[in-house]
């Protein structure tokens, strides 16, 4: 596991972008694991302004999201189909026949839950999964407990995860009470991991999953078992890490990292980089 912390969470969005439009760019067919949250909503607006500044290109590669609610529609306003169509799949050339969410509506859930497994696999497996983190830790919908060799089934939400997902919703008691995720070990069988958190909420399981021990009571301690996971964080997700001057000093030497450091913003006095206003109209 490889950790980065960003001055921002604009900073850490825009990296998350550019790791996941560089290996688009090497591998246009690309298989992504893409997930959903506030958190992403960032990293995906980053995408699209590529896409129509740099022609960054979605016609080839395929996209399996991690999870979707059981008993919503793809034209529901909270499913994450609709949230995926919203952010990104609409404002990119990409061809929604590539693109896929487990169905929510499905007759037979846990054939669903199956198929879904077998179209990753038919695609060859995911080559790049964008993962963010919930307040108890879940990847996906796999809440505590969840097994760390489990695959595509529905999941009972938790409490804390409703609650969490209730802003979303006209009221708290319409979040659903299942969904369909991806496995932990669904998670695990990806080549290469990106877990993105941002904001002072996440601080404190953040810590929990990178330097905590493995725990399936946190499914995000699975990532420590990944061989190719990278955590990016800013700093105030990051402010909890043990080891944050060691991760530090591995974005700013490794050779890695060297073509991402060198398109950063500006660096201000403080060490931080600067964020590029808009320029201000003078007043008539
Ligand atoms: C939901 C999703 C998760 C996501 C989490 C974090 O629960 N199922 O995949 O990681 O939200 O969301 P946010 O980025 O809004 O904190």
Redesign the pocket.
Known sequence: MEVVIRPNADAAADLVARVIAREMRINPRLVMGL??????EAVYARLVQMHQEEGLDFSACRTFN??EYVGLSGSHANSYRHYMNRHLFLQVNIDLQNTHLPDGMAADLDAECANYERVIAENGGIDLQL????QNG?L??NEPLSAFRSRTRVKILSPV?RA??APLFPRPDLVPQRAITMGVGSILNCRHCILLATGEDKAAIVAKAVEGPITSMISATALQLHPECTVILDEVAGSQLNESDYYHWIFENQPQWEIFRATLPPVAPNGFHIKREPEKQPAK
Do not use: E, P, R, V
């Open positions: 997930a959903s949250g506030n958190t992403m991690l999870d993962l963010g983190i919930g879940h996906g919908f995860t969490q997902n």
